[in-house]
């Protein structure tokens, strides 16, 4: 039977890998990933993955060749890996009707940021030091992974089920990012903090702190419309974004 070789392409990570311990595979920094095939595209137009929100995870799984644990990766290296799976798979070139106006991006142009190899408290270990400048409460956090978001998501879902109109997303992330505060880590005192003290003020600038050095992809661009208007915006991510010919 005759064999063949998928091309495959080795893709940065914005970590750097310096936020997964020295035995993950994802130390090293970098994935490799193959093209997209007629697999992939099934993936793509499964109703039932769509559906259920599960399209994309299927999607970067079945192009990962690295040997590694999926549900490791933090947020900002899965985003990265999402954009390279695009860009493999159908080009760089994206466009989008927004405003009856074509825009089309360059997503090889989309800045990464890499981690701060500063505010690591240590190599290979995820985990970073911050001081709520209100109450001054000195807190560890780590930023969420895949398996992080998929815990989350179903907590809110649960609390959700027994009160409709809770909106519990903000205050459960918290309690899954935070590590300790003022150096206890009891997971019950965490949480409490952050149902009856930690101040919306330091909510704020925890989340400002970490978008301003967590490492990631930037998804918004500038954008000039025709009539000279400059406007911030956000790159849509529907399942077009990787079958750009679907009616999906």
Not at 45 to 63: A, C
Request: glycine residues 4%.
């Amino acid at each position: 039977m005759a064999e063949f070789k998928f091309p495959t392409e080795q893709v940065e990570l914005p970590s750097k890998g310096l936020v997964y311990s020295k035995d993950n595979p994802l130390s090293s920094g970098v994935i490799e990933m193959k093209y997209m095939t007629a697999k992939e595209e099934d993936i793509l137009t499964n109703q039932n993955y769509i559906k259920d929100g599960t399209v994309v995870d299927r999607l970067l799984k079945s192009l990962i060749m690295s040997k590694i644990n999926y549900d490791d990766l933090v947020v900002g290296d899965k985003n990265a890996i999402m954009i390279a799976a695009r860009v493999l798979g159908y080009g760089k070139d994206y466009s989008f009707e927004y405003e009856n106006e074509t825009i089309t991006v360059d997503l090889s142009e989309l800045e990464q940021r890499f981690i701060d190899e500063e505010a690591l408290l240590e190599k290979h270990v995820n985990l970073f030091k911050y001081v709520l400048p209100h109450s001054k409460n000195e807190i560890t956090f780590k930023l969420l992974n895949t398996k992080d978001e998929t815990a989350i998501k179903s907590e809110v879902k649960g609390l959700q089920k027994l009160d409709k109109k809770s909106s519990p997303e903000l205050s459960t992330r918290l309690k899954h990012m935070i590590q300790s505060i003022n150096g206890d880590d009891d997971s019950k005192t965490i949480r409490d903090f952050v149902d009856n003290y930690m101040l919306a003020r330091d909510s704020r600038a925890l989340r400002e702190y970490i978008r301003n050095f967590q490492p990631d992809i930037n998804l918004s661009f500038t954008h000039v419309s025709s009539d000279g208007n400059e406007r911030e915006l956000a790159l849509p991510m529907t399942v077009s974004f990787f079958w750009p010919d679907s009616d999906l």
